[in-house]
């Protein structure tokens, strides 16, 4: 039984972390795709920042969870390796990137 999102194929799926990776052959090449679940990531950043709102930023808080893709793509991984601060600081104060953010506060 093959399983199919449109015309891409699924070509691997993890069950632990729900990662599944998909294939499209469109005559000529094979193009892969690689979906993460991030929904409970989600919400559970925006659980802990509610419940931690107004609490004062000190040592010790956890500020974001970021998922591994996400952090190798956005290049903050890279930027955590060669001490780049100011750029792994205006990447978690950007608004676009909220959903990563498990405290209020500016870094």
Avoid: C, H
Wanted: proline share 2%; no cysteine; aromatic share 14%.
């Amino acid at each position: 039984m093959t399983i199919r999102d449109g015309a891409w194929e699924l070509f691997d799926y993890d069950f632990q972390t729900g990662r599944s990776v998909w294939r499209y052959f469109d005559g000529e090449k094979t193009t892969f795709r690689t979906d993460y679940p991030v929904d409970d990531l989600i919400k559970q950043n925006t659980f802990t920042r509610n419940e931690t709102s107004g609490n004062q930023m000190g040592d010790w808080v956890k500020i974001a969870s970021v998922p591994l893709n996400v952090a190798y793509d956005a290049g903050l991984v890279q930027a955590q390796t060669e001490g780049d601060q100011q750029f792994v600081k205006k990447w978690l104060n950007d608004g676009d990137n909220r959903a990563w953010r498990s405290f209020d506060a500016t870094v």
